[in-house]
């Protein structure tokens, strides 16, 4: 079920990116909102990040040199978790390198969850909760999150579409 979830975020990432350039991935609804583009990095960037940090490896954005392609201003660690407005127009990115990004973090998400028992689901991974949280609650929650944000770009994919 984790896997088959994890296809629906990188489906639902391509369906929103897919063939768009620069200035609609830039679009915005209104000078506040998010863009298809941050949505897309945002939601790639969070499940990256919290993948690597349940598996104990290194993050794609890392090992992989998607940091140095997107060449954005931001710290390695930012995943743009409270981001301001400006912050969200500085993600600028074509919609292969979104894609690319995405399919990347994908393809280590499914081989990781692949090789996980459900003994391996109930471990608790982050102790500084309350409950404390365990790695299946941590899938399901960046699962939930992906798929909300993919979601959001979708919605202004067909804002513009309608244009």
Known sequence: MLVDGYD?????VHEAVRGLEP?????RLDPQANTIAWLAWHLTRVQDDHLAGAAGTEQAWLAEGWRDRFDLPFDAADI???????????????AELLLGYQDAVH????NYVRALTDADLDEVIDADWSPPVTRG???VSVLADGLQ???QAAFIRGVLERR
């Open 8 to 12: 629906r975020i990188q489906g639902a």
């Open 23 to 27: 200035e609609q991935l830039e679009f």
């Open 80 to 94: 743009g978790y409270g981001h301001s407005s400006g912050q969200v127009a500085q993600v600028q990115a074509s």
């Open 107 to 110: 393809e280590r998400t499914v």
């Open 137 to 139: 609650v941590r899938l």
């Open 149 to 151: 944000h993919a979601g």
